[in-house]
């Protein structure tokens, strides 16, 4: 699993987008809209983000989305975190398939380290709090 809820938003906003036959969502995915509209794993290009929190398979065309702007995730990072990381515009990176928070970069910003204490241990990559600072809408 990529990400996983850490603390679940102050409302159900959900949405149900269409994703081709063929893309496989897994639990924990950050989900983004290729250029036909159509549901899939983010990437590290993608500007606009909500989170799968079940998985669904190939063969299904309807995938629900949570697009809640308080949900609150938890991921790893690309590197370890470190205070000066807190309350910071990040990227979204793919490393193997598996979606993880890029902890340096701020290009297309659509991620948002919390401020808290608890937004991650220094000197840890596991554990990174995060909101999605730019949600499908």
């Known amino acids: 699993m990529d990400f996983k809820v850490y603390r679940s938003g102050s409302s159900d ?3 149900t987008l269409e994703k081709a036959s063929a893309t496989i969502i897994e639990a924990g995915d950050l989900v983004a809209l290729d250029a036909s509209w159509l549901a899939i794993k983010a990437t ?12 669904w398979a190939d063969w299904e065309t ?10 609150i995730l938890s991921g790893t990072g690309d590197a370890v975190f470190a205070e000066a990381q807190r309350w910071t515009t990040v990227d979204l990176v793919v490393n193997a398939w598996v979606q993880q928070i890029d ?13 808290s204490t608890d937004a991650g241990t ?5 554990g990174i709090l995060v909101k999605i600072a730019k949600p499908l809408f």
């Open 13 to 15: 906003n959900t949405m």
């Open 62 to 71: 309807e995938i629900q989305v949570s697009t809640d702007p308080e949900l």
């Open 103 to 115: 902890v340096w970069a701020s290009l297309v910003d659509v991620l948002k380290i919390l401020p």
């Open 44 to 55: 590290a290009a993608s500007t606009a983000l909500a989170f799968c929190e079940g998985g």
């Open 122 to 126: 220094v000197g840890s990559a596991a």
